[in-house]
């Protein structure tokens, strides 16, 4: 425990599982009191977690694209806590569509950019006046390893992941002058309720140990690994860190080897 979140309020959506609940745990232990928000009523457990670790935490659940619950959020945590410091944008969807680009429609575009996009836009808009009201913080919103090139996941996730990249840009400007810092993390391949499909589909195979061979690591990572990334992101000792984008993937973006769909010819 090092404490460097002693004090503050920290919001984190996502907070049922994988990232967010790794992350939820950490601030805790670092001296945060976390809000964990999620869809899912799981989000009660990993409250409960932080508990029964010591921790204070609050349990909320919500749509993390939906601005009237971004918004009950940075309230609940100001009338419970009495200030906001950190928000994580974390929760994310991939979609439905598990094919190549022309598998996936228009509304299956739109969803995954609601909660990936919209989410972290209504974040930043919700939770950055109530972090300046508090004396200034961080916000913390994920991306993905896929904002940076083709090949790291479906289109619609992919797309959504680069325009996150682009808002931190884009607040942090929006931003300055006010205390708040904005920047984000950019997951490799994690395994997550996201991933789990991936994961359970190669254990059944017995291929496990193929799993992030395509980095340098030769390994998947671990939801503490990025969790420990936000905390430095929304900590003071990232205090000259604003409008970033961390790559946290064991080095798979050093280099993108992708497969071309089935049907795509070369002239």
Known sequence: ????????????????????????????????????????????????????????????????????????????????????????????????????FFDSDAANWMEVLRVNLVGPFVAVKHAAPAIESSGGGAIVCTA????????????????????????????????????????GVAPGLIETGMTAPLYENARAKGLEDQIGLLNPLGRGGEPEEIARAALFLASDAASYVNGHVMVVDGGLSTSHPVTRPPGLKRD
């Open 1 to 100: 425990m090092s404490e460097v979140l002693q004090g503050k309020v920290a919001c984190i959506t996502g907070a049922a599982s994988g990232i967010g609940r790794a992350s939820a745990l950490l601030f805790a232990a670092d001296g945060a009191r976390v809000v964990c928000f999620d869809r899912s009523d799981a989000v009660e457990a990993t409250a409960e977690a932080v508990r029964a670790a010591g921790g204070e935490a609050l349990a909320m659940t919500g749509d993390a694209g939906e601005e009237a619950d971004v918004a009950g959020l940075v309230a609940k945590a100001q009338a419970e806590f009495g200030a906001v410091h950190v928000f994580f944008a974390n929760a994310g969807i991939t979609g439905t569509a598990r094919g190549g």
């Open 144 to 183: 993905s390893v896929a904002a940076l090139r083709s090949g790291a996941g479906p289109a619609p996730y992919s797309a959504s992941k680069a325009g996150v990249a682009n808002l931190v840009q884009t607040a942090a400007q929006q931003l300055a002058g006010t205390g708040v810092r904005v920047n």
